[in-house]
C-alpha cells in the first residue's frame, strides 16, 4: 500500500492578479503619453491649448527650482503650493470628523433630533461651494479662515451622514446583548456603537477627502498663493497651459496616494469590513 507523504506539500503557484494592476496601470500611461505626444506633434492645436508633454515636464521641473533667486511659480516652490493647500483641507477635514461623527451618532439615536437637524445636513451636502464662497469671505476675511470654513463644509455632511447610515445599520440584538450584559449609555457608543460604524465612518472620511479636494480650487480663487488651486486659478492670466497641467497632476496624484493611505488605515482598523 502506498503511503503518502505529508512532508510533501507542492507549494501553490505564485498569484498573478497582484501584478497584472499595475502593469495595466502603467501600460495605460504609456499608451496616453504616446497619444498625447502625437497629437501635441501633429500640431492639430495651438500648444497653447494643449502643450506636449515635453513642455509640461519643463514647466514642472521650473516649479521646483528657483530661478534669479526666486523659486519656482508665483514665488514658492510646487511643493510649497501643495503643502499650504493640504494643511487647509486637513484642517477642514480634521474639523468634519470631529463635529461630523457625533452629529451622525446623535441624529440616529435621537430620532426628534434628526427630524428637525437631518434636513439641513442634507441641504448643505446639496450646495455648491460657491454659492456660500462669498458670505464666507463677507464674514472672514479673504485668509485661511474662510477657506477653512469652504473646507469643513465640504466635508461635513458626508462624514455626517455616512455616520448616521452606519448607526442605523447596527443590528439591534447587537444593543441588546450590550445593555443586557450591563453596558452604560457611553460604554455602549464606545464599544458597539463606533467600532460597527467605523467602516461607514471611514467610507464618508474618504468621500469628503475627495469633495475637499474638488473645492480647494474654488478656496483658493481669492487670496489662495501659496496653494495649488491659488497656482491653478493664477495661471488663467497668463495661458500657463502647461503650468495647469501640472497643478492638475499633482493635485490628482496627491488625491490617490491620500485614499491609498486611507485603504491601508481602513484595512488595518477594520480588516471584518471586507474592503478591497
Not at 493647500?85 to 461630523?100: C, E
Request: charged content about 15%; proline content about 7%; some cysteine.
Amino acid at each position: 500500500m502506498a503511503v503518502l507523504d505529508d512532508t510533501a506539500v507542492v507549494a501553490p503557484p505564485a498569484p498573478k492578479r497582484r501584478y497584472r494592476r499595475p502593469l495595466s496601470v502603467l501600460l495605460s500611461v504609456v499608451v496616453l503619453l504616446v497619444v498625447w505626444w502625437a497629437l501635441a506633434a501633429a500640431e492639430i492645436w495651438d500648444p497653447i491649448f494643449l502643450p506636449s508633454p515635453g513642455r509640461v515636464w519643463d514647466a514642472f521641473v521650473y516649479s521646483v527650482t528657483s530661478h534669479n533667486g526666486s523659486p519656482g511659480y508665483q514665488g514658492y516652490y510646487l511643493w510649497e503650493h501643495l503643502w499650504a493647500s493640504l494643511w487647509r483641507i486637513l484642517r477642514g477635514l480634521f474639523w468634519a470628523i470631529l463635529f461630523g461623527v457625533p452629529l451622525g451618532v446623535l441624529l440616529a439615536s435621537v430620532a426628534p433630533i434628526r427630524a428637525v437637524i437631518e434636513p439641513y445636513v442634507d441641504f448643505l451636502r446639496a450646495l455648491p461651494p460657491l454659492a456660500y464662497f462669498s458670505l464666507l469671505i463677507i464674514w472672514f476675511g479673504i485668509e485661511d479662515t474662510s477657506k477653512v470654513w469652504l473646507l469643513f463644509l465640504a466635508s461635513f455632511p458626508p462624514i455626517t451622514l455616512a455616520t448616521l447610515a452606519g448607526v442605523r445599520r447596527i443590528p439591534v440584538e447587537y444593543l441588546e446583548s450590550a445593555r443586557s450584559l450591563g453596558a452604560s449609555r457611553w460604554q455602549l457608543v464606545v464599544h458597539t456603537v463606533l467600532p460597527s460604524t467605523a467602516p461607514d465612518v471611514l467610507t464618508g472620511i474618504r468621500i469628503a477627502l475627495g469633495f475637499a479636494w474638488t473645492t480647494i480650487v474654488a478656496a483658493e480663487t481669492s487670496n489662495g498663493i501659496p496653494g495649488i488651486g491659488g497656482l491653478a486659478w493664477a495661471t488663467k492670466k497668463e495661458l500657463l497651459t502647461d503650468v495647469a497641467i501640472v497643478c492638475v497632476i499633482t493635485i490628482g496624484l496627491t488625491a490617490l496616494a491620500l485614499d491609498a493611505v486611507l485603504r491601508l488605515v481602513e484595512r488595518a482598523l477594520v480588516p471584518w469590513a471586507g474592503r478591497t
